[in-house]
């Protein structure tokens, strides 16, 4: 029997994106001399997702005076040093593998500042595998990337498992797709009533870890 696989989100699952991305952009309009509507604009333009795209149109904009490159570099090298993610669970990533779970992350996003971010939380040695999007061209909710992210942790979705993250359609909608049960963080939100919903709902993604942990000692005294 393979071990269960769990295949997390990034942002706004494991770390807070967009309070990171608000502290960020304060300060980059306060280093640069925008006032409160331009901090919006820049906000704005990363908050979906940014590339080095997104800093050519914002240097274009304000005239900045170094490169795209060199502005992509610090935006980088801003959010590793801002972002975090809780030693709660970081830990129960310890917990989850000590139990024989297979665990990875599943996002979408520029290789750069992901890899960037995963690294400066630790969560890239807590875990079994990591697939980047960009990598590979393939975005969340494609089942391309889930069965990509499922092989960087040397299992295969055919063996099931689970999906855990804050997006409806990406994470849930691409999740179930792709054959995995689905957990939802909700961050306070309610379930959008049109959607099929996911397997469980809970608060944050310790409560996510917990779920797991609970699963699979229940699934280990009902097979032994």
Not at 36 to 51: I, P, T
Not at 115 to 128: G, N, Y
Request: with cysteine; hydrophobic share 40%.
């Amino acid at each position: 029997m393979q071990p269960p696989l769990v295949l997390f989100d990034l942002d706004n699952t494991l770390v807070d994106r967009r309070g990171t991305l608000a502290d960020w952009a304060a300060e980059f309009a306060a280093r640069h001399g925008l006032g409160d509507e331009e901090e919006a604009y820049v906000l704005d333009m990363v908050a979906e997702r940014a590339y080095p795209s997104t800093f050519d149109a914002i240097r274009t904009r304000y005239r900045l005076p170094m490169s795209t490159a060199e502005l992509w570099r610090a935006y980088c090298t801003d959010i590793a040093a801002m972002v975090r993610c809780s030693a709660e669970v970081l830990d129960g990533f310890n917990e989850l593998r000590a139990a024989g779970w297979r665990v990875g992350v599943a996002t979408n996003g520029a290789v750069d500042i992901q890899r960037a971010k995963l690294r400066a939380t630790s969560i890239s040695e807590r875990v079994d595998g990591v697939f980047v999007s960009e990598e590979a061209d393939a975005r969340k909710p494609q089942t391309r990337h889930f069965a990509l992210a499922a092989a960087h942790c040397g299992a295969v979705l055919g063996d099931g498992g689970w999906m855990v993250g804050d997006n409806p359609v990406n994470d849930i909608g691409g999740g179930r797709s792709a054959g995995l049960r689905t957990i939802w963080i909700g961050n306070g939100r309610s379930w959008p009533p049109d959607d099929p919903e996911p397997d469980h709902t809970v608060p944050h993604a310790r409560a996510a870890i917990d779920l797991l942990l609970l699963h699979s000692a229940g699934h280990t005294r009902t097979t032994t």
